[in-house]
């Protein structure tokens, strides 16, 4: 733990120090990230308490054009929201984290990277009754749509995507809203273009049995029988990835898979 400690606090102030040198930024916010995910809390309540989100947006604002220190700051932010989420979460977004990281997506619409570790981000700063309100007065619900569609053969932008509605509707607004603006036929195009994804057929599942009761919504695909032939049509020989429904509380368990998944 402590040669972790020492390891982010040579980071956290090299990040200060090469503020011109956006290559060498990108390079100590990711040293930082497995050091957050860490199952010990010191490193990443210290990264914290040291300004470490505040550090990660300051280098995003300098370097706009940066692709690659953007994707590491929004990585960083992402990391820094799973863990104790509501101070973390509420520190983000108080230094305008939402802002940033969705102005960061628009920037790089082209980048993959950045747009599947954009929409995990969003998908963890959604997690709060306050982080859903920010991340959709930033016009987060169209963005995410807009993201998925850009980058249809990408898993893991479809798979954060689906996470970050599935977030966003644990408000029944936001529910409506993503169901109105088409949600549930982006999520049916992710099902169907990565039949083998397992974890993104989860996420799409869960998603599908939540908005249940706005399945009105869904005529223009062909009704709600049409996505329950997803669930037991191209889903049906997934096994071991989807072991049944048991709440919406099963689709964001404190994105303890991040290492695994990205």
């Known amino acids: 733990t402590e040669v972790a400690k020492r390891a982010a606090d040579a ?20 040293t930082l990230q497995p050091l957050i995910a860490r199952d010990d809390k010191g490193p990443s309540e210290m990264i914290s308490s040291m300004g470490g989100a505040a550090k990660a947006i300051k280098a995003m604002e300098m370097h706009q054009e940066v692709e690659d220190l953007q994707e590491a700051g929004i990585s960083t932010l992402a990391y820094l929201s799973t863990r104790d989420v509501r101070h973390n979460v509420d520190e983000i977004l108080q230094l305008d984290g939402a802002n940033v990281i969705v102005r960061a997506m628009a920037r790089h619409g082209g980048s993959a990277s950045v747009q599947a570790t954009g ?69 049916l195009r992710a099902m169907q273009l ?22 009105a919504g869904m005529n223009n695909l062909g009704g709600w029988d049409n996505a329950k032939g997803y669930m037991q049509g191209p889903y049906a020989g997934m096994q071991g990835h989807y072991a049944g429904y048991t709440g919406m509380q099963g689709n964001y368990a404190g994105y303890a898979g991040m290492q695994g998944h990205y």
């Open 119 to 187: 929409c995990v981000a969003l998908m963890a700063l959604s997690s709060t009754k306050k982080g859903r309100t920010r991340v959709v007065a930033c016009d987060g619900i169209q963005l995410v749509l807009d993201t998925m569609l850009g980058h249809p053969f990408s898993a893991q932008v479809q798979e954060y995507g689906v996470g970050t509605m599935a977030n966003l509707s644990q408000s029944e607004d936001y529910k409506a809203k993503i169901v109105e603006l088409g949600g549930p036929s982006s999520v």
């Open 11 to 30: 980071a956290l102030e090299l990040v200060e120090v090469y503020h011109a040198f956006p290559a060498v930024q990108a390079f100590c916010l990711r």
């Open 194 to 215: 990565h039949p083998a994804a397992g974890n993104l057929q989860q996420r799409c599942l869960q998603y599908l049995m939540s908005i249940g009761d706005l399945c």
